[in-house]
């Protein structure tokens, strides 16, 4: 069904109130969390379009602070699997054991139900389970044994990767990396942000504690209206173009990059893009996507989803630097 | 006295003492011959051992001469090249000549054998005679060593002489090279030289700009309904001028993108609060489809045409005649 102008107008208006909980969570984060905002934007998103966020920077950057106390906030389930060399798939997701007062075998559940999934440094394990854990993501659903059990909603996992130290590590595969929404790299601290964290840490009686804002029903219900934000023909058709010029860069003047793309984006990009920006629309209490939403979740979006040439490697050239060069050449709506 | 009888008796005798070895010499068998250049060498030095055969003209068609087949090597010498059998000679006598170069690694006085030519019948090749040449005595020193003096080390490899037809491909390659470049010099030297004419723009972009606007307002078609195509025309009119007259990417930007890539722009920048206004409502208008009123539409018309009035490039005559007036 066609929206008509006056749907629309009433959209926003709905949205402008429902969203109402993301500046006061932002707050409450912004308690214990000093600067990261780009990461807690992303986790919102993530949380908010039903995806998943890979995370990438050096250790000692907040990702574990971050989402416990986003967990808190939501009053959610928190959990958080260290991956090793040697971690099995039983030990993400629960295995049967044997009971010898009842005789009987019964389902351990392992750390993956929880609402707020830590999976930290996911390149340390190996390939079985990060793919238990990558299908749990797909599927929402564990099977051990003979029973299937949903996971629990809302379900975000916030993988983490370390940039350095790739000895001895397990890359995920590209159509692993394509199960997540977005790939965000984040970086330092300014200095101010960190003179501020030094304070925060030694005096921790000045810690304020995270308090429940919203309830996880609150966080489905704003799932299911940044699905009904408005999303012009125009705006599918600038997501489109993007995505297609990672794949055709020529048709878009764009010769240049051809060598250096191995593979572009997939039509899960699409989505995922045009989902990410509908609800960072919505975050920005819109009822309407503009193209600054899709340009604003475009790089976590398709940085991972975009393949680079050996040649690219050899020039140094990065995702970052092709999905620049697109952006500077796609016309803007 | 002699009388003259005993005078004429010994002129004749005179005569035919003269004339008696020359009829001697008249050759009438097959002779053969061995001979040598030089018959001292040192070790590993080279002798040419010529062996001849001189055969009555008269008898060259009849018989023939059979040389020697000397192997690759003979007692104290080694051949180490040899040449075909050559003939020359004159109506009287026919001479056969083949050289052969030999050296010797034995030092001592050794003699070169004696060679065996065949006589034979021209016809049917039987053998009628053999000939044989003389031993050639070659003494074969070898080098004196000072055994007082301290070994040398052995010489290292030694170049060869230079020699200019060893790099004939390379001169030959390097001539063709600089001929090759003097042709395209000389080419592109003579080629007519056309100068690029330099397209005179039409319109000027404020021109075309004002041509699109009002070619919009003749269509009419925030009037026909079509709102969402109103404004991306207008917008589209007006980032394509920003493109042409201030070089900013304005196809390609966001409307915030916009607004800040246009800071540096002074004249621009001054007009920002308009454009901000004019961008945002037309972002609604597309995206969000949002209906603004007539006067709306009327307004961000004419915020365009004032944004592009004030940042339209002056000509001179006009900033003189503003000058004027300000003095």
Do not use: C, H, W
């Given at each position: 069904m066609e929206n008509t102008s006056s749907d629309i107008r009433q959209l926003n208006e709905k949205i402008h109130q429902a969203s109402a909980f993301v500046d006061l969570l932002n707050m409450e984060l912004g308690k214990v969390i000093v600067g990261q905002k780009y990461m807690v934007e992303r986790l919102l998103i993530g949380l908010l379009a039903q995806g998943h966020v890979l995370l990438e920077g050096v250790p000692g950057l907040a990702k574990t602070l971050s989402i416990k106390s986003l967990s808190s906030a939501i009053n959610g389930k928190f959990s958080r699997i260290q991956f090793t060399p040697d971690l099995l798939p039983a030990d993400v997701i629960g295995t049967m054991i044997y009971n010898q007062q009842r005789n009987e075998f019964m389902v351990r559940r392992g750390p993956i139900f929880a609402n707020f999934i830590l999976a930290d440094e996911i390149n340390r394990a190996p390939a079985k389970v990060q793919s238990a854990l990558l299908?749990?993501?797909?599927?929402?659903?564990i099977t051990i044994g003979d029973t299937t059990f949903k996971l629990d909603e809302p379900f975000l996992v916030l993988a983490t990767q370390n940039p350095i130290e790739q000895e001895g590590t397990y890359m995920l595969p590209e159509a692993q990396?394509?199960?997540?929404?977005?790939?965000?790299?984040?970086?330092?601290?300014?200095?101010?942000?960190e003179r501020h964290i030094i304070r925060q840490n030694l005096n921790p009686q000045a810690t304020p504690e995270i308090r429940p804002v919203i309830q996880p029903s609150d966080i489905m219900e704003a799932r299911k209206l940044v699905r009904e934000v408005y999303m012009?023909?125009?705006?599918?058709?600038?997501?489109?173009?993007?995505?297609?010029?990672?794949?055709?860069?020529?048709e878009y003047k764009l010769q240049k990059l051809k060598p250096l793309i191995a593979y572009?984006?997939?039509?899960?990009?699409?989505?995922?893009?045009?989902?990410?920006?509908?609800?960072?629309?919505?975050?920005?209490?819109?009822?309407?996507?503009?193209p600054e939403d899709v340009r604003s979740i475009c790089f976590d979006v398709m940085r991972h989803r975009v393949g680079l040439t050996y040649e690219a490697e050899a020039e140094n050239v990065t995702s970052e630097n092709i999905l620049s060069e697109?952006?500077?050449?796609?016309?803007?709506? | 006295m002699y009388t003259k009888p005993v005078i004429r008796s010994i002129f004749l005798c005179l005569l035919l003492g003269l004339i008696f070895p020359v009829v001697l010499r008249a050759q009438t068998a097959p002779e053969v011959h061995a001979g040598v250049d030089t018959t001292s060498i040192r070790i590993g030095e080279q002798i040419k051992l010529r062996l001849t055969a001189t055969i009555p003209a008269n008898?060259?068609?009849t018989t023939k001469i059979g040389f020697p087949v000397l192997p690759d090597s003979i007692e104290h010498f080694e051949v180490v090249s040899r040449t075909n059998i050559d003939t020359s000679g004159d109506q009287q006598l026919k001479v056969l000549a083949q050289t052969f170069v030999l050296t010797s690694f034995d030092s001592g006085h050794w003699e070169i054998p004696p060679m065996r030519f065949d006589v034979q019948k021209a016809s049917n090749n039987a053998v009628i005679d053999t000939l044989s040449t003389s031993p050639v005595g070659v003494d074969v020193g070898t080098v004196a060593v000072d055994t007082t003096k301290a070994f040398r080390p052995i010489k290292t490899v030694q170049g060869a002489p230079w020699r200019i037809w060893d790099y004939w491909m390379e001169i030959t390659g390097g001539m063709l090279l600089v001929l090759i470049i003097i042709g395209i010099i000389w080419f592109i030297r003579s080629r007519k030289k056309v100068v690029p004419e330099k397209p005179t723009p039409t319109v000027t972009p404020y021109e075309l700009a004002m041509q699109q606007l009002h070619a919009l307002k003749a269509e009419q078609v925030w009037?026909?309904?079509?709102?969402?195509?109103?404004?991306?025309?207008?917008?589209d009119i007006l980032r394509t001028y920003f493109e042409h007259q201030f070089g900013i990417a304005a196809l390609e930007q966001t409307t915030e993108e916009l607004l800040q890539h246009i800071k540096p722009v002074t004249k621009l920048n001054q007009q920002r609060d308009k454009l901000r206004q004019l961008l945002s409502l037309a972002d609604l208008a597309k995206f969000a489809k949002m209906q603004p009123t007539a006067d709306e539409h009327e307004a961000c018309?004419?915020?365009?045409?004032?944004i592009l009035e004030w940042t339209r490039p002056k000509k001179e005559s006009e900033n003189e005649g503003v000058v004027t007036q300000e003095a």
């Open positions: 299908e749990a993501m797909q599927e929402r659903q990396v394509d199960r997540f929404m977005l790939k965000v790299v984040i970086g330092y601290p300014t200095k101010e942000e012009d023909e125009k705006i599918e058709k600038y997501i489109i173009d993007i995505v297609f010029a990672t794949r055709n860069p020529e572009g984006g997939s039509p899960r990009a699409s989505i995922n893009l045009a989902l990410a920006a509908k609800a960072y629309a919505f975050m920005k209490r819109r009822g309407y996507v503009i697109i952006l500077n050449a796609v016309e803007v709506p | 008898q060259f068609g009037q026909r309904g079509d709102v969402k195509m109103y404004y991306t025309r207008l917008t018309m004419r915020q365009t045409e004032e």
